[in-house]
């Protein structure tokens, strides 16, 4: 008897919620079927560069995702990283669907919210494991009260496992990127279909190395993922795959789609701006308002020093500051980072990302938390860099001193500052970059102007 099943799969939504209505009806399209469905999410479904997102530490986009009759699920960086531990703790507790991670334990072990893997049996006998695992950023999940294990390892593991030795098939919902999935699909034969993410890519019929099949469907919802599996006797006999547009499912001036993206982005804005944070007095010009995220890092994280980029900040603020002024000022998935470094150390920093400073400066910024439009002006916090040299405090600084320095982790994350990624970094967590703003403000907004 052959066995018919279709998988629906929905990667890196990113919160964004303008794509839903089409992305819904084409869930419902697909699933008219007479195959057994299977839908799934692969992580990065959270993000809180949305307001509602935010005002919800993600619970709506659960909501969501029980419309779309999501069976399971894996998270991304996004909910494991982005979230502090009490809100990813917390986030499936309405969950219609069972979360799956097979790399990531707190002090007490796998997380209650999540099994480590799950055997799915369909209705004609096909036992299917689904091992799901995520991008292991070893530095940012320990600091967040998470031990994020070496998937590879773990896949290993989880191969050796009797129930999934026993299943027929092995599927893979892999939130680690495109060589891990193409490494796993060399590695390990027993792996029948990687349906992967993280690193947006997009394979429209699908890839298939040794006998080991790839799906990926981009992001934002641009895509939704369909794999049709025919499998006789425990063996797949056939499999399509393909990635579908969703555009394909815009209906032509929908008012009520229309309406929804703009009730979203409303119902964030409406929350958030009834959490107050500070009133300044005034309106602050954007020299102003930098001058005040700048202070604010710094004090936050008791550091002498910071250097951040204008593209950071989307707005200016004041005179009131509520959760959702800063929310549109700062929307980035940006925590700190903070190096101790001498006074050479930080010339030669400084010497790099001013030389690189016009190049990006009108560059557009993609990934690594950043949800500006462009990079921007450096500007620095307590110190000043000029002519190759070094001022602390009005006096030229000695090689040997040595300071405290703070930076968003896109600067150690990202490529563009190899000397920079080449130092002991701290970062700092639970707080986003707006929420140490936010801390900031409540403590010394009423009199930041009269510093």
């Known amino acids: 008897m052959k066995d018919k099943i279709r998988i629906l799969h929905i990667n890196d939504l990113h919160s964004h919620f303008e794509q839903y209505p089409q992305l819904k009806r084409a869930v419902d399209d697909l699933s008219q079927t007479d195959r057994e469905l299977i839908k799934v999410d692969l992580g990065d479904n959270v993000d809180k560069s949305h307001p ?24 991304g960086n996004n909910e494991g990283i982005g979230l502090a531990k009490d809100e990813l703790d917390c986030l499936y507790e309405q969950d219609q669907f069972q979360p799956i991670i097979g790399n990531l334990k707190d002090e007490e072990g796998q997380p209650e919210w999540a099994k480590p893997y799950l055997v799915h049996k369909t209705k004609a006998g096909t036992k299917i494991a689904f091992l799901a695992y995520t991008f292991p950023y070893y530095l940012t999940y320990a600091p967040n009260g998470w031990q994020v294990l070496e998937p590879m390892a773990r896949l290993e593991e989880d191969l050796a496992r009797s129930e999934v030795m026993d299943a ?15 490494q796993i ?16 890519h997009l394979f429209e019929e699908g890839k298939l190395i040794n006998e080991t099949y790839l799906a990926a469907a981009d992001r934002y919802g641009y895509f939704l993922g369909c794999i049709d ?21 815009i209906l032509d001036l929908d008012k009520e789609d229309e309406a929804f993206i703009k009730a979203m982005r409303e119902e964030g804005h409406r929350r958030l701006a009834q959490e ?15 001058q005040l995220v700048l202070q604010a890092v710094c004090q936050e994280t008791d ?41 050479q150390e930080l010339k030669e920093i400084c010497r790099e990302v001013f030389t690189k400073a016009e190049l990006l400066k009108n560059q557009a910024i993609k990934g690594m938390g ?4 462009v990079f921007g002006e450096l500007i620095t916090g307590n110190f000043a860099y000029k002519n190759g040299n070094l001022l602390y405090n009005s006096r030229v600084v000695d090689s040997n001193e040595k300071f405290s320095l703070v930076l968003v982790d896109q600067y150690y994350f990202s490529s563009y500052f190899p000397t920079i990624k080449e130092k002991e970094v701290t970062l700092l967590f639970p707080d986003l970059f707006r929420e140490l703003v936010a801390k900031y403000l ?10």
């Open 52 to 75: 509602l997102s935010d005002a919800t530490a993600g619970r709506f986009n659960i909501a969501l995702m029980n419309e779309l009759g999501i069976d399971y699920a894996t998270i």
């Open 168 to 182: 027929d098939l092995v599927i893979v919902l892999s939130h680690l990127g495109v060589r891990y999935d193409e």
């Open 185 to 200: 699909s060399e590695t390990y034969p027993q792996v029948n279909l990687v349906i992967g993410s993280h690193t947006h």
């Open 229 to 249: 599996l025919t499998v006789e006797n425990g063996q797949i006999i056939a499999c399509q795959i393909e990635a579908i547009p969703t555009k394909d499912y």
């Open 276 to 290: 107050k944070v500070a009133n300044l007095g005034r309106k602050l010009n954007f020299n102003e308002t930098c």
């Open 303 to 343: 550091s002498q020093l910071t250097l951040l980029n204008t593209g950071l900040i989307m707005k200016m603020l004041g005179p009131q500051v509520t959760m959702a002024d800063l929310q549109e000022a700062l929307p980035h998935q940006m925590r700190m980072a903070r190096l101790f470094v001498t006074g």
């Open 370 to 373: 950043f949800r500006g439009k």
């Open 442 to 451: 409540r403590n010394n907004g009423a009199d930041w102007d009269k510093r």
